[in-house]
T-cell receptor, first 113, second 113 residues
């Protein structure tokens, strides 16, 4: 059972555009929602994270929007750059459950010139 | 500070063999978790160790096992390899393992022939 659903599977955005990746979760016990960025040949790296008590978190060009009632959250990448081309994973976590993250299926982002 | 180090980076085995993968966490991190990454199933949690004790386990068969040493280094073992075990095995460390903020290594890519 896929507890975190992520879309789209792939995304092509022009340089300077906005990239939007969406995720939905089922388990209301999740209380921490990180996004990880993975480049080819590398492990995932934490990009930004949010807790459900806030509706938005912004760090530089990256913003998470969170809708608790809809059980959805999304990553927005403003002014997308070719260096942002990577695979992005949303994840969900229950505090105290010993590093057991539940990941979405990933979105491969390509930013073109 | 050095990152998470995984060895070997690449290995090829045949069905029925066993394999041992090694992980050295970031200095000071006491929690080590393991994830399997495949194109079809994405990132899936295998298990997590803290202070040499397994604290959580994912839904994998008993052929998958692990351990942690007193210096926090960890190993995972897969016995009686099957073709479907071909994957990127990622190790992640965190200070205590209850935050969902993980630091991943670059992974060990296992190919089973």
């Amino acid at each position: 059972q896929q507890q975190v659903k992520q879309s789209p599977q792939s995304l092509i955005v022009q340089k300077g555009g906005i990239s939007i990746i969406n995720c939905a979760y089922e388990n209301t016990a999740f209380d921490y929602f990180p996004w990880y960025q993975q480049f080819p040949g590398k492990g995932p790296a934490l990009l930004i994270a949010i807790r459900p008590d806030v509706s938005e978190k912004k760090e530089g060009r990256f913003t998470i929007s969170f809708n608790k009632s809809a059980k959805q959250f999304s990553l927005h990448i403003m002014d997308s750059q070719p260096g942002d081309s990577a695979t992005y994973f949303c994840a969900a976590y229950i505090t105290g459950t010993a590093s057991k993250l539940t990941f979405g299926t990933g979105t491969r982002l390509q930013v073109t010139l | 500070k050095a990152g998470v180090t995984q060895t070997p980076r690449y290995l090829i085995k045949t069905r029925g063999q066993q394999v041992t993968l090694s992980c050295s966490p970031i200095s000071g991190h006491r929690s080590v978790s393991w994830y399997q990454q495949t194109p079809g199933q994405g990132l899936q949690f295998l298990f997590e160790y803290f202070s040499e004790t397994q604290r959580n386990k994912g839904n994998f068969p008993g052929r998958f096992s692990g351990r942690q040493f007193s210096n926090s280094r960890s190993e995972m073992n897969v016995s009686t390899l099957e073709l479907g075990d071909s994957a990127l095995y990622l190790c992640a460390s965190s200070f205590q393992g209850h935050t969902g903020e993980l630091f991943f290594g670059e992974g060990s890519r296992l190919t089973v022939l």
